[in-house]
């Protein structure tokens, strides 16, 4: 069984590097890449596993390392002439030596900031006198390229404009009186109509209406009709007509 | 605390606080005595009253408060309200227009005339000294009537209201005919 | 303007805006040379320089502050509430750092060398008011840039991002000594 070990924090892949490297005190430019992977993949197995971003951000150095030591494993390849050899480890110290100065810098902010607490900064006090002050109307700028004679051609737009807003025609037509439907009386009509034919079409009853109200106060009898079990209607296949079927007496509806 | 020390720590109590702070709070936080802070104090004020310095210590009944001398207000305006070019807005013209050629105007007349509130266009013009109160309708509510102002003739070269290119109901009928020609000419397509 | 009267006005301006100042502005403003400003400014940092004074005027890039001597800073906690100090974690600092000597940066720039993603500490650092975005960098995405604003010079003690500490070759160099150091006590032992 592992033994719970309680881990050092570190800010990244980077971090640990650093840190494992100074703990074995080797050299960063000569780093001993087996023993450091190692090292660095047992923290990565005992690390927190709560937050995934962090332990994948781990991971990938962890293949990275594993990559180096592969490459550094193999035979050495062939080089061309003139070129030096790459070391597999070059981009990984340069990455470490930049993070580790920029780590070292991070260190001296911090002694800065300490050293610059001490000061004690004032807020505005600016005299009422001096923020209410408001400068005295600059009428040159103010009246600008604007002469009198703009200022007549745009009035004479504006009377225009609002000479425009009413229709000469329009506002001479009469008011058109709104078509009520009659509710009693489409009901004695439709129910005068199915009692007359007995078997009926839907259709042909809705072609008989003048208007669009009418039409669906027609649809609205029907449904009431049916639903008080005064007719019956029928459909031989979908998207067909029905057949309106007289049933019983009517009786006086009430459509809400 | 020598001299010297207890006048600098009262400065930089007064200038941290900017505010005003109470003398027995000052005591208090540097632990010196009525007479040696008052000394202080007085210190501080003969500095200040010098004319090389813009600041000034101001005493409120128990109180001391560091505040700008008020003859660099001026200078303080400059720093602080940088100008910004002022021009009419177009809200502002059309309202001004109206005023201008139907005066003396109602607030309503001028919303009816343009169609939108145009209060704060007709408080801008007023600000300006463009536009004026001139009196109250008689009318239920007793609205103010404003009418131009003698800046505005300034401003605009006229000599007296008079001298305004007038708007008779003329040209408003010369509209209504123009606006019921267009639409004629529309029908006859 | 005579020399007290600008030295005068030039404090007053500092101590009513509390905030820094742009010497430009201030020389806009009292009309005056940049060498009679520069001379004002002078005298005045002589005077503030006294045992009896308590404040002292700070530069920052092209703007002048006025602010306490840190020697009064114990008398000052006891009175006035001292603004409380933004305390960084490691990792915010260390993404200040990369801001601040390799500005203007991408977010990428940084997680790039820190090797974690940073947003959480660039957002702090932002709230803070150490960083800021300074524009957009003209690439596929156009991310934002980030920069140090006046705020990290102040509560970093530095007048400009050219006075940070130097952070030069030399320095790896002494890392590198330093490990070949370690190295060789470990190979002593």
Known sequence: MAIPVKLEVFEGPLDLLLHLIEKNKV?????????????????????????????????????????????????????????????????????????????????????????????????????????????PPDYESLVGDNTLQSLNELFKVIMKRNEDKIDPIRSSFGKIKKEEVDLDKKQLEVCAYIEAHKNCSFTDLLSKQKSKMDTIVTFLIILELIKVGSVDVKQEEAFNDFTITYKAPFTRIELV | ???????????????????????????????CTEEEFAEALDALKTDYARADRGIQIVELENAIQLRTKEEFYDDLIKITNVPKKQSLTDAALE???????????????????????????????????????????????????????????????????????QMNPDVLEDFKAQAEKEIQIKLDI
Do not use: H, W
């Open chain 1, 27 to 135: 050299d960063i430019y000569d780093i001993p890449i087996s023993l450091i992977t190692e090292q660095y993949l047992e923290y990565v197995k005992n690390m927190p596993k709560e937050d995934l971003n962090v332990v994948s951000e781990f991971l990938v150095m962890a293949a990275t390392l594993l990559d180096i030591k592969c490459k550094m494993l193999l035979p050495k390849q062939e080089v061309e002439e003139g070129e030096e050899e790459i070391d597999p480890r070059a981009e990984l110290v340069q990455k470490l030596l930049e993070y580790k100065m920029y780590k070292y810098m991070s260190l001296e902010l911090k002694d800065m900031q300490m050293g610059s607490e001490r000061y004690i900064y004032k807020k505005p006090n600016i005299p009422k006198e001096v923020s209410s002050y408001k400068a």
């Open chain 2, 1 to 31: 605390m020598d001299k010297k020390r207890l006048k600098a720590a009262v400065e930089a109590i007064l200038f941290a606080k900017g505010e005003s702070v109470e003398s027995k709070d000052i005591i208090t936080a540097l632990e």
């Open chain 2, 95 to 165: 309202t001004l227009s109206i005023v201008a050629y139907k005066q003396p105007v109602t607030r309503l007349d001028v919303e009816k005339i343009r169609g939108v509130n145009s209060d704060s266009s007709l408080n801008k013009l007023v600000e300006y000294g463009f536009i004026t109160e001139v009196g109250r309708l008689d009318a239920p509510g007793r609205p103010l009537l404003f009418g131009t102002t003698e800046q505005f003739l300034r401003s605009f070269g006229v000599k007296s209201i008079e001298d305004l290119p």
